[in-house]
Nanobody, 125 residues
Framework: QVQLVESGGGWVQAGGSLRLSCAASGSTASTTYAMGWFRQAPGKEREFVATITWSGATTQYSDSVKGRFTISRDNAKNTMYLEMNRLKPEDTAVYYC?????????????????WGQGTQVTVSS
C-alpha cells in the first residue's frame, strides 16, 4: 500500500507559477513506483497531465502542458513535484498525484492503483 498526499495548490493569476508536491508513504518499495499527475475540472473527466518513471529518467506530458509544466521526483524524500509555469485559466482543476506498482510510466487513469486526495489549482484571467 502507498499513501499519497498532495500540497501546494492555490490561487494564481494567469501567467503565474505554482509548484505542487506529492508525498508518498507506506510501502518501503514506493521508490520503484512510476508516478503521475492528473487533473479534473468541474464537469469533466479526469485527464492525464504528466508521468515519470521510478528513476526519474523518463517523463511524458500531455500536449496541453508540454513546455510549461515540469514533473520531477526526489526518491530520497519519497516526493514528486509538478512545477507549473505560465499558467492559464484552463489549467484550473483539482490536481491528483498517482502511483502504480510498475516502473514504467502510464497515461491512463485505470493504470494507476494509488491516488491522493487532490489539491485545488485556480488560475484567474
Amino acid at each position: 500500500q502507498v499513501q499519497l498526499v498532495e500540497s501546494g495548490g492555490g490561487w494564481v493569476q494567469a501567467g503565474g507559477s505554482l509548484r505542487l508536491s506529492c508525498a508518498a508513504s507506506g510501502s518501503t518499495a514506493s521508490t520503484t513506483y512510476a508516478m503521475g499527475w492528473f487533473r479534473q475540472a468541474p464537469g469533466k473527466e479526469r485527464e492525464f497531465v504528466a508521468t515519470i518513471t521510478w528513476s526519474g529518467a523518463t517523463t511524458q506530458y500531455s500536449d496541453s502542458v508540454k513546455g510549461r509544466f515540469t514533473i520531477s521526483r526526489d526518491n530520497a524524500k519519497n516526493t514528486m513535484y509538478l512545477e507549473m509555469n505560465r499558467l492559464k485559466p484552463e489549467d484550473t482543476a483539482v490536481y491528483y498525484c498517482a502511483a502504480r506498482g510498475r516502473r514504467l510510466p502510464a497515461t491512463e487513469v485505470h493504470e494507476y492503483e494509488y491516488w491522493g486526495q487532490g489539491t485545488q489549482v485556480t488560475v484567474s484571467s
